[in-house]
């Protein structure tokens, strides 16, 4: 079957660093996303990789392996305006989005 | 980056009634939207991909006649919660893609339903 495992909640401080990590098993692959979701609100778009290695831009930087089926988000410099949930989600061989559970961040002072 | 809108964000109506929910891609053509349920403090669920011209496709387990969906033209999707009941109740999200090879999806602002 198809599955994306991340982990629940997670909690850091402002200023630090945080990588919020991503497992995934599809059939076939061909992408994978990263989505911040504050509650409430939709999901807005973070990253996308499809090929290995790290891609930065500002202070988050989204990584992939596929021989590990492995994704990490870094955040850096946190702001309290960071907490929100991080969707992980893996595009199949059919190019359906299969989804994560979701990360719950909380940022502390 | 390419917007989508959705509307109404927030809907209450009574139990049996029926509820339209709108999703328009402002500045770019969508062959394909995309609809998600989503309960509070879970992730999204894709509950069915609504392609122009033609039918939708239905996630299992999602009823049909329950969730009708039309997309009738390239930048608009229309989901309807017919015969709504309380258990309806939840935040459904839209979501198109510009047909861009990177498959980003754009999302709809959402749209709060809660049926009495």
């Known amino acids: 079957g198809q599955n994306i495992d991340q982990p629940t909640e997670m909690t850091a401080t402002e200023g630090a660093i945080v990588q919020i990590n991503c497992t995934y098993q599809?059939?076939?692959?061909?992408?994978l996303f990263w989505y911040q979701q504050h509650a409430g609100e939709a999901p807005t778009f973070l990253s996308y990789n499809v090929l290995d290695g790290l891609e930065e831009k500002g202070r988050f930087s989204s990584f992939l392996s596929r021989s590990k089926g492995y994704s990490y988000l870094l955040l850096k410099e946190l702001q309290m305006k960071d907490s929100a949930s991080y969707l992980c989600a893996a595009l199949d061989s059919n190019y359906q989005l299969i989804w994560g559970a979701g990360t719950k961040l909380i940022i502390k002072p | 980056g390419a917007v989508v809108s959705q509307h109404p964000s927030w809907v209450i109506c009574k139990s049996g009634t029926s509820v339209k929910i709108e999703c328009r891609s402002l500045?770019?053509?969508?062959?394909?939207m995309f609809w998600y349920r989503q309960f509070p403090k879970q992730s999204l669920m894709l509950m069915a991909t609504s392609n122009e011209g033609s039918k939708a496709t239905y996630e299992q387990g999602v009823e049909k006649d329950k969730f009708l969906i039309n997309h009738a033209s390239l930048t608009l999707s229309t989901l309807t919660v017919t015969s709504a009941h309380p258990e309806d109740s939840s935040f459904y999200i839209c979501?198109?893609?510009?047909?861009?090879?990177?498959?980003?999806?754009?999302f709809g602002e959402g749209s709060r339903l809660t049926v009495l």
């Open positions: 599809t059939s076939g692959f061909n992408g």
């Open positions: 500045d770019f053509q969508a062959t394909t």
């Open positions: 979501s198109a893609n510009t047909g861009a090879e990177t498959g980003e999806l754009f």
